[in-house]
């Protein structure tokens, strides 16, 4: 558990009433990770949320062959700063991970259970709506910082 009072200073968590916030709170432990440690995989469950309080995360992708080959490849995919959600897919139906998560530096995190986030929802739909809100405006943003790689790499 950490304190509500850490998660109010977010803007991710503006939502929460007092009520909701210490049910989230009660969720979420800290943790800290090593250069190197891998938060997530790409296409395994979504169970938790995270809060990156210091360090960088990475998001990458795995493009593999089609065709039987057995061909993988990693593709950068963007980065998680202090302050930024990570693992947003643990909110979306059908909660898996659409990127891998990995540390790029000596980190600090927060790690929420996604499934009281998902419960809490369940039982009140304004929190429900302003929750996806904010997870739509975290989406926007990485679409965003795609699409400007993506034009990089066409110059």
Known sequence: MVSPELLRRYPFFSVFDDAG???VAMATEEVKCASGDVLF????PATYLYLLLEGTL?????????HG???????HAGEIDAGEVAGVS????????????EITAPSRLLRIDAQTLRELCATDPRLDAALMHAVAQATMRRLH???VQLLAARV
Not at 58 to 66: G, H, T
Request: charged residues 25%.
């Open 90 to 101: 643990a909110l979306v139906a059908p909660c898996l991970y659409t990127a891998t998560g």
């Open 21 to 23: 916030l210490n049910k």
């Open 145 to 147: 910082d795609t699409r």
């Open 58 to 66: 990475e998001l990458s992708i795995v493009a593999a062959d089609r």
């Open 69 to 75: 080959q057995g061909i993988r490849k990693l593709f």
């Open 41 to 44: 995989e790409a296409d395994q």
